[in-house]
Structure formats: C-alpha cells, structure tokens
C-alpha cells in the first residue's frame, strides 16, 4: 500500500495550495487519515485529520483557512491551504491508518514567501 502526496510549490503569502494524497487502496479501509507538516530544523507537526465518518479536526493555527477532505471514489485526501502564511513553509505528509496498518506517504514541499 502507498500513498502519494502531491501538490507542493512556491505561492506569496495570502496565496493558496491544494495538497493531494492518492493512495493505492480504498481509503474506507482507514480509520483515519492525517497531514503533518515538518518545517527546517523541526519536528513533524500534526496538521488535520480526517475520521472514517468525515468528522475533521485541525491544529489551531490552520483552524479557518485549511480544509481538509477525502473523496472515496477516487481514493484521494486533500487539504485546501488559503491564506498561507510564511510561518506554514514545510514538507507536508499524509498520514492513513487502520487496526493493522500506519502509513506515511512522502513529503510535498509548500514554500510561503513574505
């Protein structure tokens, strides 16, 4: 099983990115899926998750200007990123997990400039 991240770039502050996360299998099989983000010099950070039953959580700082989603039929989640700030300059990762299974997708690289 893989899951494929995709979406990165360089956009100015206030911009947006879509970020994609593909994966290789239904994605109904998880119970969850997540985005972390690990900025230069630090540690991954959880971002959002997504339960099984679409109820969504998300760290306070990206509260009202991340969206994230998960289309069964394509097997995809995304995060919808607008007013970007410096501040969200990171790898972002997706993240899927079931009772026998935690995966990691490869980073994406999202650069906000100022």
């Known amino acids: 099983v893989q899951l494929q991240a995709s979406g990165g770039g360089v956009v100015q502050a206030g911009g947006s990115l879509r970020l994609t996360c593909a994966s290789s299998?239904?994605?109904?099989?998880?119970?969850?899926m997540a985005w972390y983000r690990q900025a230069p010099g630090n540690g991954r950070e959880w971002v959002a998750t997504?339960?099984?039953?679409?109820?969504?959580k998300y760290k306070d700082s990206v509260k009202g200007r991340f969206t994230i989603s998960r289309d069964n039929a394509e097997n995809t989640m995304y995060l919808q990123m607008n007013g970007l700030k410096p501040d969200d300059t990171a790898n972002y990762y997706c993240?899927?997990?079931?009772?026998?299974?935690?995966?990691w997708g490869q980073g994406t690289l999202v650069t906000v400039s100022s």
């Open positions: 993240n899927a997990a079931s009772p026998f299974s935690y995966l």
């Open positions: 299998r239904n994605i109904g099989s998880f119970t969850f």
């Open positions: 997504i339960d099984n039953d679409g109820t969504t």
